[in-house]
């Protein structure tokens, strides 16, 4: 019989997490772990629920950052951000992703710990936004940018887990792009996340551009960001740009899409990112 | 170890693994057999059920996760015999072929228009995108369910 422990606070879950050792592995939303027979991927010997921990379902607007629980939902994240403009990118992902119902289940958390899901939406949108992660552990706490966070999450210590998602708060303005072959209701075969600093006259002080369901893992995409500083946001010269990077991109074969495929339509989508910043601006 | 759980406002206990999916508790356990298993991977919304108010796919919540929660399954959408309004309009537009995806259409749309009463035809394809009809009735449902929210 497979065990599981509902955790009822952080120190509780990390305390059964590192007693469990290899034998344990962490449950937020459990929309991955669920699948994972269908994948022929083994459960471990036990779970730790985390989804009864109150600390991981608030989302606070501090002074310097927004914090999100690692439990909280993307149907709750989604409503947390609809007023807060200046995490738009965020807001469309949390907001668009899978179906409904999957959006009433799945977490934060579990969509940056699901290594094997290249499709999931917040990760781009988070690296996009600068977002750190704190990890909890066994006498201390230490925070990981997303994109240091997605090198090491198949290999946490024992014990070790996402406590919460800090996104700063800038005047960056950014989008999420999603292109699904069905037209909602399905995973995206690329993602685009942008955020810019715009100045005075338009032109692009500082970017941050990522990209998912294009590699195996979402990335940052810094040689592309580099060709938009000191120009302004027009989509046909970024659709350029893009088109220019795109060869540094190793396309993921799946059976809703050719690896080709992906880095073919990849610069459409940045296009379409940047005339919707325009649009908010 | 039993787990305690509320169904359709009654007290259940279930005996099987907290990693089972719900959906198998409610229909092998409890012989509710309104939620149908049909992807098992949360795509076509066969098995939602609302837990907390919240439609979701019972296929991947572990009824471990559903302890002391409120659950309600299609079952409890008819009141003594008397079908809900939304149940009626699908009867009224002559929306059920085969039935299969009926119970998570209707557990998914009746929370829906709770919260959006007046919503457009739009809004209410959106609202379905995680419920699947293989046999492609959509033109109908949509139609039953947008004949409720204009309504008035
Ligand atoms: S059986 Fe649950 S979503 Fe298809
Ligand atoms: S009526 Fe047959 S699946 Fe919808």
């Given at each position: 019989?497979?065990?599981?422990?509902?955790?009822?606070?952080?120190?509780d879950?990390?305390?059964?997490?590192?007693?469990?050792?290899?034998?344990?592995?962490p449950?937020?939303?459990?929309?991955?772990?669920?699948?994972?027979?269908?994948?022929?991927?083994?459960?471990?010997?036990?779970?730790?629920?985390?989804?009864?921990?109150?600390?991981?379902?608030?989302?606070?607007?501090?002074?310097?950052?927004?914090?999100?629980?690692?439990?909280?939902?993307?149907?709750?994240?989604?409503?947390?951000?609809?007023?807060?403009?200046?995490?738009?990118?965020?807001?469309?992902?949390?907001?668009?992703?899978?179906?409904?119902?999957?959006?009433?289940?799945?977490?934060?958390?579990?969509?940056?710990?699901?290594?094997?899901?290249?499709?999931?939406?917040?990760?781009?949108?988070?690296?996009?936004?600068?977002?750190?992660?704190?990890l909890?552990?066994?006498?201390e706490?230490?925070?990981?940018?997303?994109?240091?966070?997605?090198?090491?999450?198949?290999?946490?210590?024992h014990?070790?887990?996402?406590?919460?998602?800090?996104v700063?708060?800038?005047?960056?303005?950014?989008?999420?792009?999603?292109?699904?072959?069905?037209?909602?209701?399905?995973?995206?075969?690329?993602?685009?996340?942008?955020?810019?600093?715009?100045?005075?006259?338009?032109?692009?002080?500082?970017?941050?551009?990522?990209?998912?369901?294009?590699?195996?893992?979402?990335?940052?995409?810094?040689?592309f960001?580099?060709?938009?500083?000191?120009?302004?946001?027009?989509?046909?010269?970024?659709?350029?740009?893009?088109?220019?990077?795109?060869?540094?991109?190793?396309?993921?074969?799946?059976?809703?899409?050719?690896?080709?495929?992906?880095?073919?339509?990849?610069?459409?989508?940045?296009?379409?990112?940047?005339?919707?910043?325009?649009?908010?601006? | 170890?039993?787990?305690?759980?509320?169904?359709?406002?009654?007290?259940?206990?279930?005996?099987?693994?907290?990693?089972?999916?719900?959906?198998?508790?409610?229909?092998?356990?409890?012989?509710?057999?309104?939620?149908?298993?049909?992807?098992?991977?949360g795509?076509?919304?066969?098995?939602?059920?609302?837990?907390?108010?919240?439609?979701?796919?019972?296929?991947?919540?572990?009824?471990?996760?559903?302890?002391?929660?409120?659950?309600?399954?299609?079952?409890?959408?008819?009141?003594?015999?008397?079908?809900?309004?939304?149940q009626k309009?699908?009867?009224?537009?002559?929306?059920?072929?085969?039935?299969m995806?009926?119970?998570?259409?209707?557990?998914?749309?009746?929370?829906?228009?709770?919260?959006?009463?007046?919503?457009?035809?739009?809004?209410i394809?959106?609202?379905?995108?995680?419920?699947?009809?293989?046999?492609?009735?959509?033109?109908?449902?949509?139609?039953?369910?947008?004949?409720?929210?204009?309504?008035?």
């Amino acid at each position: 019989m497979n065990s599981l422990h509902v955790a009822t606070s952080v120190a509780d879950a990390i305390a059964a997490l590192a007693d469990r050792g290899d034998g344990g592995a962490p449950l937020a939303g459990a929309t991955w772990i669920m699948r994972a027979p269908i994948r022929k991927e083994q459960h471990p010997r036990s779970y730790v629920a985390l989804a009864k921990i109150d600390e991981l379902q608030r989302v606070e607007l501090l002074h310097d950052y927004l914090s999100i629980g690692a439990c909280v939902t993307h149907a709750r994240l989604a409503a947390a951000l609809a007023p807060l403009p200046e995490f738009r990118a965020l807001a469309v992902a949390a907001g668009s992703s899978a179906n409904p119902a999957i959006r009433q289940m799945a977490t934060i958390g579990g969509n940056l710990c699901a290594a094997g899901f290249a499709a999931a939406d917040l990760v781009p949108a988070l690296i996009c936004l600068d977002a750190q992660i704190e990890l909890a552990m066994p006498g201390e706490s230490t925070r990981v940018s997303v994109e240091a966070f997605l090198t090491m999450r198949t290999d946490l210590p024992h014990g070790c887990l996402v406590r919460r998602v800090m996104v700063p708060r800038t005047t960056y303005r950014s989008d999420h792009v999603r292109l699904t072959l069905r037209k909602g209701g399905d995973y995206p075969v690329v993602i685009v996340s942008l955020a810019a600093e715009l100045g005075s006259t338009g032109v692009v002080k500082s970017a941050r551009v990522a990209i998912g369901s294009v590699e195996t893992t979402a990335r940052r995409w810094e040689k592309f960001e580099r060709l938009l500083i000191g120009h302004p946001l027009d989509p046909a010269d970024v659709t350029e740009k893009a088109t220019l990077c795109a060869d540094e991109l190793h396309g993921r074969e799946g059976v809703e899409a050719p690896g080709w495929y992906r880095i073919k339509v990849l610069p459409s989508l940045v296009g379409r990112a940047v005339r919707n910043i325009r649009g908010q601006c | 170890m039993p787990l305690h759980l509320t169904v359709n406002d009654e007290d259940r206990v279930s005996v099987r693994d907290p990693l089972t999916p719900l959906v198998d508790v409610l229909r092998d356990e409890f012989f509710l057999t309104g939620a149908k298993i049909v992807c098992r991977e949360g795509f076509c919304g066969a098995c939602t059920v609302w837990v907390d108010g919240r439609p979701v796919v019972s296929c991947l919540l572990p009824v471990g996760l559903a302890v002391d929660c409120k659950i309600h399954t299609v079952e409890s959408l008819s009141t003594n015999g008397d079908l809900s309004v939304l149940q009626k309009a699908f009867e009224d537009h002559d929306a059920v072929q085969c039935g299969m995806c009926f119970p998570g259409m209707l557990m998914t749309l009746t929370s829906f228009l709770d919260r959006e009463p007046r919503a457009t035809r739009e809004e209410i394809k959106a609202a379905l995108v995680g419920n699947v009809c293989r046999c492609t009735g959509y033109e109908r449902i949509v139609d039953a369910a947008f004949s409720l929210a204009s309504a008035g």
